[in-house]
């Protein structure tokens, strides 16, 4: 079962490539917490980019993934993602700013699934959706 390698609790070294402050190439994703869900806003620069202008499809996934492991972590526990599957809905452009939303939707025993998505910050426009599967970490 996904997850039984992991012998010991998880630390955080803040070198996470999403979230690490100490990362000189990460995103440098700051997380906030409110009703039930995880929040978080950016602006990628060009070295995001995949094709000329646009954020990179893996980069998007990388948020979802993230802001959708906050929320777990926040509100349920210690986990690792053992799934993610990501639909895009339209292009982001290099400099828009966006907000990641991720939320708890389902918890059986060890097994938790979240959901995510990227909107414009001003718009609100639909840029990508994610669900991931997460198994928590025995303690």
């Known amino acids: 079962m996904a997850g ?3 012998k010991k609790k998880l630390s955080d070294d803040q070198y996470c490539f999403a979230c690490g402050a100490l990362n000189p190439i990460g995103l ?14 950016l602006c990628l620069k060009r070295e995001f980019q995949g094709w000329s202008e646009i954020v990179h499809g893996g980069v998007m996934a990388t948020i979802l993934d993230e802001i959708m492991a906050h ?3 926040h509100y349920v526990g210690q986990a690792v993602t053992t799934s993610l599957q990501v639909s895009y809905r ?3 452009h290099v400099g828009e700013e966006i907000e990641a ?15 995510a998505e990227i909107r414009m910050l001003g718009s609100k426009k639909l840029i990508a959706t994610g669900e991931s599967k997460f198994i928590l970490v025995k303690s």
């Open 4 to 6: 039984e390698g992991l």
């Open 101 to 115: 939303i991720g939320y708890v939707a389902e918890k059986k025993s060890r097994a938790v699934v979240a959901k």
């Open 28 to 41: 440098h994703m700051e997380v906030s917490f409110r009703d039930n869900k995880a929040f978080s806003r």
């Open 71 to 73: 929320a777990v972590l």
């Open 90 to 92: 339209a292009p982001l």
